[in-house]
């Protein structure tokens, strides 16, 4: 079983920047692909990035490619979002997911563990 805890969100202003953390506990991860997905109320959780268990490659959202950076410390356990020029639009509940792979490959979908969530609201 693994247990993941983002922190990091907060409220921000356009143009800002925040840096997520998604600590796991538990097992290790470092054989787990790692992603982040966020939510606004009345819709549909969305993909943002995706990390491959190495760190070797990672997969974006088009909405947040150029301006997110997703990476992993294995040593540390955790995973981490670096988001860039925040716009109105990123606000949502922002959570970390991960599931073991067989490959070392990024993934939209299909994970079996979830964080709470961490709140994002950015300003205009």
């Known amino acids: 079983q693994v247990h993941l805890v983002e922190s990091g969100g907060g409220l921000v202003q356009t143009g800002d920047f925040l840096r997520l953390s998604c600590a796991a506990s538990?097992?290790?991860?470092?054989?787990?692909?790692m992603g982040w997905f966020r939510q606004v109320p009345g819709k549909a959780r969305e993909f943002v990035a995706s990390?491959?268990?190495?760190?070797?490659?990672?997969d974006y959202a088009d909405s947040v490619k150029g301006r997110f950076t997703i990476s992993r410390d294995n040593v540390k356990n955790t995973v981490y979002l670096q988001m860039n020029s925040l716009k109105p639009e990123d606000t949502g509940v922002y959570y970390c997911?991960?599931?073991?792979?067989?490959?070392?490959?990024?993934?939209?979908?299909?994970?079996?563990?979830w964080g709470q969530g961490t709140q994002v609201t950015v300003s205009s």
């Open positions: 997911a991960g599931d073991f792979a067989l490959t070392d490959t990024p993934r939209r979908r299909g994970y079996a563990y």
């Open positions: 538990g097992r290790s991860i470092s054989r787990f692909v």
């Open positions: 990390i491959s268990w190495s760190g070797g490659a990672s």
